[in-house]
């Protein structure tokens, strides 16, 4: 582990000079089947990479059978229910060994086997987080997809990956709310016709409709016993397929490998959140986002950690149940998404005062920029000025976390993401695709491969090529911009496809984003473009505010006024809707297509909105619109 920023530096260093020996190294920490022969190989151009190239194992032999000597009864999953006064579940190590090995047996007496696709739809309960590892076991492929998802959405990725089983739940709790997702999936299945068989966790009790290929999981379980010796896999061997949705066209099947997976998100896990041994971490990601996959699962479990699996939602019975938690449990690490602190900053902050948090040593963000205003609201109300934030930069074609600072190890920086990891040779290049050097802004890129890259989209490795490896030849590019200080220091500005050209400017949404944010009356704003007869394109503002009875003349003219101030008066939007809610994906994404479809007026023609968060919005906008 890094202790240091001496010990940082080195690292960093080492990395860029060797980097083959540097990877060499940490792979050395795990246990492998058999040894790599070559440790990297790769050509963006093609694109083709590999890493611990001939080298044998199983992820789950290091994610739990490694820990049963040293510690089979610690904790390995501490779940917490969506209803709190349902108990909470402790599983050791030595449980979750034993579990895990059932469930894969259960999966080959089903007929499952390694290479096929297998997708999982189910609530966050620990049987999720088991099956992905059962999955791992047997060396089949998990698709997970999350549990938000409508049936459309659903069958198009069970489709897309050919999947031949599906592992579902009768239902799921979400706060007040049961989820109906064998419903779901039945409706799902009906344009699935790879799908041989569906094994049905009981979770609800609801009565559901029952199929030939469905399965009882508890009937199931019951057949098998719980030895099941791990599946020897090459470490390029795809270990999940995992969606993510592109700027364009449909969701893009990210394939991870087993090998540099399980290297880079145990190693980053370990540095960014410098977990110590009796430490309890809580990541309140859905294990259907690559968060969870990475930093619920496979990175903590690697390290032999305890992770905390959260069934529910912060609103849940009341705005104060994250601290309730923490409380409860006595959480030493929370990550969260920006989109949940803003949310939680809305309510009085007594709802946090009446927990004890002083459990609390390292807070964490992902998902998107965080706000200046969320920062320091954190920083005070949740960390009281004591726990370092790593606000973590990465994606889900990335794997694990790039640009971070390390908790209380490297400096941070508020709004800053900061530093990237050893290893990782993040650039910045300008429009022509020329590197910038220094201080700067431009677009962010990644020079070298690291060990848990996505090795290709299924089913359309030109796709992959097309989208992360063409538009600057000999770089990984990711889609944001972002700028960097003096120090070396990034941050993040948000997507460079989100560029709108006013009068032949070039206007980034996210900084004039930032600066409405700044107005003291301002939740979250999200700007967008729409055409425009004399400039091209004019800016739309959507704005939450924090008072919805607020004189509406009056923000929008300091609005603007904030807006030129801080960046111009070109960026000054020419039209401010004051909104309740921004159509959001389930993972808390803003919706821009949606608003911009909304600013242009384009109102018949919005696509899919059934997998949106708050589909009501977009009625309230139409309204405003009107
Ligand atoms: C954004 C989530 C700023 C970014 C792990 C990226 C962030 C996209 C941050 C990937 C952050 C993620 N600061 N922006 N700390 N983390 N993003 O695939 O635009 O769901 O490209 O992965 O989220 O989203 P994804």
């Given at each position: ?423 990782i040779q993040a650039v910045l290049l300008n429009n022509e695709g020329d590197e910038i050097e220094g ?147 389930r993972s808390g994404k803003i919706m821009r297509r949606i608003l911009r479809k909304l600013a242009a ?26």
């Amino acid at each position: 582990m890094i202790n240091s920023l001496s010990e940082f530096k080195h690292a960093a260093k080492q990395a860029i000079e060797n980097p083959e020996s540097f990877w060499n190294d940490i792979a050395n920490e795990f246990q492998w089947i058999s040894p790599w022969k070559q440790t990297l190989a790769f050509d963006f151009s093609t694109p083709e990479i590999k890493w611990f190239v001939g080298g044998k194992l199983n992820i789950t032999e290091n994610c739990l059978d490694r820990h049963l000597a040293t510690q089979p009864n610690k904790t390995a999953i501490l779940f917490e229910p969506n209803d709190p006064t349902e108990e909470a579940q402790h599983i050791t190590y030595k449980e979750l060994h034993s579990r895990v090995c059932q469930t894969a047996n259960m999966l080959k007496a089903n007929g499952a086997k390694k290479g096929d696709r297998i997708c999982i739809y189910m609530p966050m309960v620990p049987e999720l987080a088991i099956a992905v590892l059962a999955c791992a076991r047997i060396g089949a492929i998990h698709s997970v997809v999350f549990a938000g998802f409508s049936a459309t959405a659903l069958a198009a990725r069970i489709n897309d990956a050919s999947c031949t089983m599906l592992l579902t739940a009768d239902g799921g709790f979400r706060g007040a709310k049961t989820i109906g997702l064998k419903d779901i999936a039945d409706e799902a299945l009906q344009s699935c016709t790879t799908v041989e068989s569906c094994i049905v966790f009981q979770r609800t009790n609801k009565q559901v409709n029952w199929n030939p290929i469905d399965r009882w999981w508890h009937e199931e379980i019951e057949k098998v016993d719980d030895h099941c010796p791990a599946e020897v896999m090459d470490s390029e061997d795809p270990l999940f397929i995992l969606y993510t949705s592109g700027s364009t066209g449909k969701p893009k099947g990210m394939v991870h490998s087993c090998g540099g997976y399980m290297v880079y998100t145990a190693y980053t896990f370990q540095n960014v959140f410098q977990y110590q041994s009796n430490d309890v971490y809580w990541c309140t990601a859905d294990i259907g986002w690559i968060t969870g996959h990475s930093y619920i699962v496979y990175g903590p479990l690697a390290n032999g950690a305890t992770t905390v699996m959260f069934e529910g939602v912060p609103s849940y019975p009341d705005f104060d149940r994250f601290w309730e938690v923490c409380a409860k449990h006595k959480i030493t690490h929370f990550y969260t998404a920006p989109t949940a602190i803003r949310a939680l900053q809305k309510h009085p902050t007594a709802l946090i005062d009446k927990h004890d948090l002083s459990s609390l040593k390292v807070l964490g963000s992902v998902g998107e920029p965080i706000n200046a205003e969320a920062w320091h609201w954190y920083d005070a109300h949740v960390g009281k000025h004591n726990c370092p934030i790593v606000d973590t930069w990465w994606q889900t074609e990335t794997g694990g976390i790039l640009i971070t600072s390390l908790a209380g190890v490297t400096p941070q920086k508020p709004t800053f993401a900061t530093l990237p990891m050893p290893g990782i040779q993040a650039v910045l290049l300008n429009n022509e695709g020329d590197e910038i050097e220094g201080e700067g802004e431009g677009i962010l890129a990644i020079k070298h491969p690291w060990p848990s890259i996505a090795r290709t989209i299924w089913g359309d490795h030109e796709r992959y090529k097309n989208v992360y490896f063409s538009a600057y030849p000999g770089y990984y590019f990711p889609g944001d911009g972002a700028l960097r200080d003096a120090e070396g220091n990034f941050r993040i500005t948000g997507r460079v496809d989100d560029v709108v050209i006013v009068s032949g400017h070039n206007l980034g949404t996210a900084p004039i984003e930032n600066a409405i944010n700044q107005h003291a009356e301002v939740v979250e704003s999200a700007v967008v473009g729409f055409p425009h007869d004399i400039k091209g394109n004019a800016l739309c503002a959507y704005v939450i505010v924090k008072d919805i009875s607020i004189d509406k003349t009056l923000i929008e003219k300091e609005i603007r006024e904030e807006v030129a101030k801080t960046i111009g008066p070109i960026a000054k939007p020419d039209r401010i809707l004051v909104v309740s809610g921004l159509p959001k994906t389930r993972s808390g994404k803003i919706m821009r297509r949606i608003l911009r479809k909304l600013a242009a007026g384009d109102d018949n023609n919005l696509g899919d909105i059934s997998t949106l968060l708050n589909p009501e919005v977009v009625d309230e906008i139409r309204r405003q619109n009107s």
